[in-house]
C-alpha cells in the first residue's frame, strides 16, 4: 500500500500548477465552461471515464479490484464576481472575476486524488465517485448534482474539503455535528399608498411601516429562540423613496437568515412572514414575501467525523487535527450531508509570512499552496479508510 502522505507531495507540483490554471481563468456559477472542459481533458489523461450533468458538473468513478462499499468525494469549482488585487503572476485574467474562497484548490486537489486512486485502484476494494460540482456561491449546485445529476445513486457516504483562511496550514478541522450554517434569502415587499409628504394622512407610509418590520423582526431571535441555539436575521438592504417630499407606495427589504438547527431552519420562514405581516397591519400596509430557502446546515455524522479525524492522524499525526469553532458561512454540501452520511473537512491554508491570511471572498484572498498536497492526501485517505470498513 502506498504512503499517500509522500505520494501526494511527489505531484505537489502537477496539483499546484492546475490551481494556477484555474486561478487564471475563473468562472462564474452554471458559467463553469472552461473549468469543466479542463478538469475532463485531465480525466481523459489519466484514463478516468466520466460524464458531464447539469451542464458543467463533471461525474468521474473509480472502481477497485473488486465490489464494495461507494464513497463519494466532491469539489466546487466556480469563483466569485470580484476584482483580483493580487499581483502574483497567475492573477485572474478574466476582469471581475475571481477564485477569492479556494474552490479552484478544491477541483485542483480532486484531480489529484483521483490521480491516485487510480493508479492504485488494483489494491483496493469498491468504488469512489468523483464529484466536481459547478454553482456552490449561489448555493444550487449540490441539489442540482443530486436531483439532476444522481450523483448520490448507490453511493454510501459523502467526503468533502474546504481551504480555510482561519486555520493554520498543516491543520485539519473535522468536528462532528453542525459545522456550517443554513443560507436563507429573502426579498420582503412593504405595499403602502403614495402621497405627499406634507399629507402624510392621506397615504399609508411603507417606510415607516418597513422600519418597524425591521426592528420587531429581532426579538425572533432574542424572545423566540432558545439563547443556546445561535440565529441571524439580518436586513442587507432597504430601498424606498424617489424623492424628499413623496411618500412612495412601496418599500423593499432584502436580507439572510442563518441557523445551524435544522427544525429551526424548517419553519423560521414562517415566523417572519408572521412578524412582518402583523407589524404592516398595524401600521395599515401589507407585506409581500418572496423567501428562498437555499440550504440546510451543514451537519457531520458523528462516526464521518470520527472517520475523518482518524485519517488526519495518519497523514500529519495527532498534531495535525484542529479545533475549529462552527461557522455562520453556508455551504450547499449540506444537501449531500442531508442525505447520506457526510464528513466536511476544513484544510488550512493561513500563513501570514506568505501572506495568505485575507478573508474569504476578499480581493486579495490567498492560499499557502503547500495545503494543496495536504487536502489531497486527505481526500485519498479518507476514501480509502471508508472503503476498508465492513
Same mark, same amino acid.
Given at each position: 500500500?502506498?504512503?499517500? @502522505?509522500?505520494?501526494?507531495?511527489?505531484?505537489?507540483?502537477?496539483?499546484?500548477?492546475? &490551481?494556477?490554471?484555474?486561478?487564471?481563468?475563473?468562472?462564474?456559477?452554471?458559467?463553469?465552461?472552461?473549468?469543466?472542459?479542463?478538469?475532463?481533458?485531465?480525466?481523459?489523461?489519466?484514463?478516468?471515464?466520466?460524464?458531464?450533468?447539469?451542464?458543467?458538473?463533471?461525474?468521474?468513478?473509480?472502481?477497485?479490484?473488486?465490489?464494495?462499499?461507494?464513497?463519494?468525494?466532491?469539489?466546487?469549482?466556480?469563483?466569485?464576481? =470580484?476584482?483580483?488585487?493580487?499581483t502574483h503572476e497567475y492573477v485572474s485574467k478574466n476582469p471581475g472575476k475571481m477564485h477569492a474562497c479556494g474552490h479552484d484548490g478544491h477541483t485542483s486537489m480532486l484531480i489529484g486524488a483521483a490521480k491516485l486512486l487510480n493508479e492504485t485502484k488494483d489494491s483496493w476494494s469498491g468504488t469512489v465517485v468523483l464529484c466536481f460540482q459547478p454553482a456552490e456561491e449561489i448555493a444550487e449546485g449540490a441539489k442540482m448534482m443530486i436531483e439532476q445529476g444522481n450523483v448520490l445513486e448507490g453511493v454510501d457516504g459523502a467526503f468533502?474539503?474546504?481551504?480555510?483562511?482561519? =486555520?493554520? =496550514?498543516?491543520?485539519?478541522?473535522?468536528?462532528?455535528?453542525? @459545522?456550517?450554517?443554513?443560507?436563507?434569502?429573502?426579498?420582503?415587499?412593504?405595499?403602502?399608498?403614495?402621497?405627499?409628504?406634507?399629507?402624510?394622512?392621506?397615504?399609508?407610509?411603507?417606510? =415607516?411601516?418597513?422600519?418597524?418590520?425591521?426592528?420587531?423582526?429581532?426579538?425572533?431571535?432574542? @424572545?423566540?429562540?432558545?439563547?443556546?441555539?445561535?440565529?441571524?436575521?439580518?436586513?442587507?438592504?432597504?430601498?424606498?423613496?424617489? &424623492?424628499?417630499?413623496?411618500?412612495?407606495?412601496?418599500?423593499?427589504?432584502?436580507?439572510?437568515? &442563518?441557523?445551524?438547527?435544522?427544525?429551526?431552519?424548517?419553519?423560521?420562514?414562517?415566523?417572519?412572514?408572521?412578524?412582518?405581516?402583523?407589524?404592516?397591519?398595524?401600521?395599515?400596509?401589507?407585506?409581500?414575501?418572496?423567501?428562498?430557502?437555499?440550504?440546510?446546515?451543514?451537519?457531520?455524522?458523528?462516526?464521518?467525523?470520527?472517520?475523518?479525524?482518524?485519517?488526519?492522524?495518519?497523514?500529519?499525526?495527532?498534531?495535525?487535527?484542529?479545533?475549529?469553532?462552527?461557522?455562520?458561512?453556508?455551504?450547499?454540501?449540506?444537501?449531500?450531508?442531508?442525505?447520506?452520511?457526510?464528513?466536511?473537512?476544513?484544510?488550512?491554508? &493561513?500563513?501570514?509570512?506568505?501572506?495568505?491570511?485575507?478573508?474569504?471572498?476578499?480581493? @486579495?484572498?490567498?492560499?499557502?499552496?503547500?495545503?494543496?498536497?495536504?487536502?489531497?492526501?486527505?481526500?485519498?485517505?479518507?476514501?480509502?479508510?471508508?472503503?476498508?470498513?465492513?
Amino acid at each position: 500500500m502506498m504512503n499517500i @502522505r509522500q505520494a501526494a507531495h511527489d505531484i505537489s507540483d502537477y496539483i499546484i500548477s492546475l &490551481r494556477r490554471h484555474f486561478h487564471m481563468y475563473p468562472e462564474s456559477s452554471l458559467k463553469e465552461f472552461d473549468t469543466s472542459a479542463k478538469i475532463r481533458q485531465e480525466l481523459d489523461k489519466l484514463g478516468i471515464k466520466y460524464k458531464v450533468v447539469c451542464n458543467t458538473g463533471v461525474v468521474a468513478k473509480i472502481e477497485g479490484k473488486t465490489p464494495g462499499k461507494t464513497v463519494l468525494l466532491r469539489a466546487d469549482m466556480d469563483a466569485l464576481e =470580484v476584482e483580483e488585487k493580487n499581483t502574483h503572476e497567475y492573477v485572474s485574467k478574466n476582469p471581475g472575476k475571481m477564485h477569492a474562497c479556494g474552490h479552484d484548490g478544491h477541483t485542483s486537489m480532486l484531480i489529484g486524488a483521483a490521480k491516485l486512486l487510480n493508479e492504485t485502484k488494483d489494491s483496493w476494494s469498491g468504488t469512489v465517485v468523483l464529484c466536481f460540482q459547478p454553482a456552490e456561491e449561489i448555493a444550487e449546485g449540490a441539489k442540482m448534482m443530486i436531483e439532476q445529476g444522481n450523483v448520490l445513486e448507490g453511493v454510501d457516504g459523502a467526503f468533502g474539503i474546504h481551504l480555510w483562511s482561519d =486555520v493554520p =496550514v498543516g491543520k485539519i478541522s473535522v468536528e462532528a455535528g453542525p @459545522r456550517m450554517a443554513s443560507a436563507d434569502f429573502y426579498t420582503l415587499t412593504v405595499k403602502g399608498s403614495s402621497g405627499h409628504g406634507s399629507m402624510p394622512h392621506q397615504t399609508i407610509d411603507p417606510i =415607516v411601516a418597513g422600519s418597524a418590520v425591521v426592528m420587531n423582526l429581532q426579538p425572533i431571535v432574542s @424572545r423566540e429562540m432558545n439563547p443556546l441555539e445561535p440565529v441571524v436575521i439580518t436586513v442587507g438592504t432597504f430601498n424606498s423613496g424617489t &424623492r424628499f417630499n413623496v411618500i412612495p407606495d412601496k418599500a423593499v427589504l432584502s436580507g439572510t437568515v &442563518r441557523c445551524f438547527n435544522k427544525d429551526i431552519w424548517k419553519d423560521i420562514d414562517k415566523k417572519i412572514e408572521r412578524v412582518a405581516s402583523n407589524t404592516a397591519a398595524a401600521y395599515r400596509a401589507e407585506i409581500e414575501l418572496d423567501y428562498q430557502k437555499k440550504t440546510p446546515p451543514t451537519v457531520n455524522a458523528p462516526e464521518a467525523s470520527e472517520r475523518a479525524r482518524a485519517s488526519v492522524a495518519k497523514i500529519l499525526g495527532e498534531d495535525g487535527v484542529y479545533l475549529m469553532e462552527k461557522t455562520s458561512a453556508a455551504e450547499d454540501f449540506a444537501y449531500y450531508a442531508d442525505r447520506v452520511p457526510s464528513c466536511f473537512a476544513f484544510v488550512g491554508i &493561513r500563513n501570514d509570512a506568505k501572506e495568505a491570511n485575507f478573508p474569504h471572498h476578499h480581493e @486579495r484572498f490567498q492560499m499557502d499552496e503547500d495545503a494543496l498536497e495536504i487536502g489531497t492526501a486527505l481526500y485519498v485517505q479518507y476514501a480509502l479508510d471508508f472503503l476498508s470498513e465492513a
